[in-house]
T-cell receptor, first 114, second 115 residues
Framework: TQLLEQSPQFLSIQEGENLTVYCNSS?????LQWYRQEPGEGPVLLVT?????EVKKLKRLTFQFGDARKDSSLHITAAQPGDTGLYLC??????????????FGKGTLLTVNP | GAVVSQHPSWVICKSGTSVKIECRSL??????MFWYRQFPKQSLMLMAT?????????EQGVEKDKFLINHASLTLSTLTVTSAHPEDSSFYIC???????????FGPGTRLLVL
């Protein structure tokens, strides 16, 4: 099983600030996904990146996939209290035959204070 | 579309009893379902992958005799925690996908507390 290192683990900022979360691996994944999870709920998919060098934007969120497809970053501009949550990156890898599985990073717990 | 439900949403049980958690895909047929466990303030750890009609594939370190998984239909998978102990208390989340490689759709999770 490949491993994903996510940093920082905890982040507490003021409303309006910018932040970046990093997700790094020593191996290549088929694709990399970013999720946001609120307490007591399942994770919700934000974006999937597949191509090296790919950049995707989702309102104030910008996702980048490294050229080598081993690392990714999530940048949030002008963070708002509603952005508070656990952000998870997950790499997709073949687990045998036609089966694929996700390996999750440890997550970044973001708190945006008003 | 692509809604996954779990039942129950939370359960409290006594040590030594068994607990069954259901995962249903409500508006699609899930050929593959996944079961994850998440401890407080930690990430999701994959426990097992199950394909409809076949035995589940368990991740290393997960006891197959303790965590029984059944995926008898394309819309339902169950996880039974047998002889539960306090250390099994966790947040159990399932996800479902079509054809094994499509996006995984996650359920809302089941909070298990073993006393």
């Amino acid at each position: 099983t490949q491993l994903l290192e996510q940093s920082p683990q905890f982040l507490s900022i003021q409303e309006g600030e910018n932040l970046t979360v990093y997700c790094n691996s020593s191996s290549v994944f088929s694709s990399l996904q970013w999720y946001r999870q609120e307490p007591g709920e399942g994770p919700v998919l934000l974006v999937t990146v597949v191509t090296g060098g790919e950049v995707k934007k989702l309102k104030r969120l910008t996702f980048q996939f490294g050229d080598a497809r081993k690392d990714s970053s999530l940048h949030i501009t002008a963070a708002q209290p509603g952005d508070t949550g656990l952000y998870l990156c997950a790499g997709e890898e073949n687990s045998g035959g036609s089966n694929y599985k996700l390996t999750f990073g440890k997550g970044t717990l973001l708190t945006v204070n008003p | 579309g692509a809604v996954v439900s779990q039942h129950p949403s939370w359960v409290i049980c006594k040590s030594g009893t068994s607990v069954k958690i259901e995962c249903r895909s409500l508006d699609f047929q899930a050929t593959t379902m996944f079961w994850y466990r998440q401890f407080p303030k930690q990430s999701l750890m994959l426990m097992a992958t199950s394909n409809e009609g076949s035995k589940a594939t368990y991740e290393q370190g997960v006891e197959k005799d303790k965590f029984l998984i059944n995926h008898a239909s394309l819309t339902l998978s169950t996880l039974t925690v047998t002889s539960a102990h306090p250390e099994d208390s966790s947040f159990y989340i399932c996800s479902a996908s079509i054809l094994g490689r499509e996006t995984q759709y996650f359920g809302p999770g089941t909070r298990l507390l073993v006393l």
